[in-house]
């Protein structure tokens, strides 16, 4: 297929706090026409328009995909809002770009698969979620290392985000039925999707979790992100998984908004039989000659080295529509999204059986 040259017209359903960070992107990618917004509060979607000089502005998706005439749509709505506007521009035959978590369930998050596989053959459009820490400079070099073989066989990985006080009270985040649970699905997703992407996505076999609710009930918790009303408080507060795969893997994955930790601090680690290797700093871990060595990437950016330190929703965006132009493959493709998903599902039904999940 040939490169699109000519401008690229989106949209933004859901023009709260994520939507800026798509944005932002968008006006770092080469020749994008800032189209349409859509919120169902009126003043969001003008007021984010105004601000950054979309054309339109719409209280309703369908209106505005019948209606706006666009090539690609960002999803910035809440994880229950994620389903139905996905199918209805895919059908259309729009490229979206869904936020994280991808869907309530992997349920929900097949049938968006389902609706693309049906009509991709026809439009030709593409699909992909926003799993932004895979563009990160560390996360990307990493990787390449990872690819080049210098950790040899990968078979144990540890993703520990872990936050001592840090429950986003705001919107729908602590509702089961509006955001499909807690920090597993909030930022559990975004751990399982960067060690995963990081290991080569070995099929999974089997997923053991266990996840608690030992804050979100209570009163008065400390919490400098906000209140919430600890009776309509449904969701889990910490989780923690081993996931194995079909090639011997592990992965061990621990999450909380709540915990009684040290300190707060996020942990991807990839152990194999050449090297190990951590993100943040970057740092690989091996053995030469007799001695254990550690190879460091120094934080600044120094001579011949990547410079550009622009957040990673920027090279998110900036890849994505790099992809609808040259019509290849974005780098986080959907049926991965959809295995993240499984395992969110996976974490909670085998922490109510006490058993693990088999794929
Ligand atoms: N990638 C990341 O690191 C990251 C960070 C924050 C949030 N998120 C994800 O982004 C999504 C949105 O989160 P947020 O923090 O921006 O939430 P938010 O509550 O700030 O914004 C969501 C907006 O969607 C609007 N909305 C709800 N239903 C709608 C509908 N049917 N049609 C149009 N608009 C609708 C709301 O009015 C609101 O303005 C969530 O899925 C969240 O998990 C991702």
Known sequence: MARIERP???GVIGTG????SHIQGYLKAENVELHATCDVIESRAKGVAEKYGFKHHFTSWEEMIKTADLDAVSICTPPFAHIEPTIGALEAGLHVMCEKPMALDSAQAQQMIDVWHRVRGTH?????VGFQSRFGRNAQTLKRFIDAGELGDVYYAKAAYLRRRGVPAW????SKALNGGGPMIDIGVHALDLSMWLMGHPPVTSVFGVSFTKFGNRPNVFNPWGKWDPAKYDVEDSAFALIRFANGAALQLEVSWVLNLPKSSTETLICGTEG??????????QEKHGTIVDVVVPEKATE???ASREPNHVHQMIAWIEAIREGTSPLVLPEQALTVSKIVDAVYTSSETGVAVQF
Do not use: E, K
């Not at 190990?276 to 871990?285: K, V």
């Open 8 to 10: 690229l017209r989106v």
């Open 17 to 20: 706090g994520i939507a800026n």
């Open 124 to 128: 030709h459009n593409l699909f992909s």
């Open 304 to 306: 011949g080295q990547d």
């Open 276 to 285: 190990g290797a951590q993100l943040d700093p970057l740092a690989i871990f």
């Open 171 to 174: 919107g729908v985040f602590t």
